[in-house]
């Protein structure tokens, strides 16, 4: 089926359901990602040393080349969201934005399996990248994170659960 857009919003009283081999998406390289190719999939991280780069967040509501907030070609982005699951062990995984003022905002949780856990909160000024390690930042195999643009320069880190081993620190830096 052909990407369809609606105007307005959408209802169902019974919810929705995804499905099928396109919800998924394996990556095996460093990938510049996009809304059309990877928003609300389950992105599949199989490279312990990859760099993923979130799209620039774009609020414009109206674009020369688009027409009104209505038009499919509308680059507006807001909402879009990415879901992490790693599948291999991170080494040096880096989730980044574009670097253009995209910064991190929400928070990331971090466990070990002898109950420690630890919270971390972007400093919201300057954390453009997550750097998991497998150990001390996350990301071991089944660590999740979900990131949704949500406003100019904003990107939501929620719905995560990094796993790691020794003494926890932050994932979050400035790239």
């Known amino acids: 089926m052909a990407n369809t857009t609606f105007d307005g919003p959408v209802r169902s009283k019974n919810g929705f359901i995804n499905i099928g081999p396109g919800m998924t998406k394996s990556l095996t390289a460093d990938t510049n990602l996009t809304v059309q190719e990877h928003a609300g999939r389950i992105l599949l991280l199989n490279d312990a040393d990859g760099k993923f780069t979130l799209p620039a967040i774009n609020t414009t509501a109206d674009s020369a ?19 992490f699951f790693l599948e291999t062990a991170a080494t040096d995984l880096d ?41 001390t930042k996350g990301g071991a195999v089944g660590s999740v994170v979900k990131v949704t643009a949500i406003d100019t320069n904003s990107y939501l880190v929620h719905d995560s659960l990094m796993i790691g081993s020794s003494t926890i620190e932050t994932p979050f830096a400035d790239a």
Do not use: C, Q
């Open 65 to 83: 080349v688009a027409g009104p907030g209505s038009d499919p070609n509308n680059k507006n982005n807001i909402g879009a969201s990415f879901y």
């Open 95 to 135: 989730i980044k934005t574009t670097g253009a003022g995209d910064l991190f905002t929400g928070a990331i949780l971090i466990g070990v399996n002898d109950g420690a856990k630890k919270a971390f909160v972007p400093n919201g000024s300057s954390n453009d990248v997550m750097t998991f390690n497998g150990t």
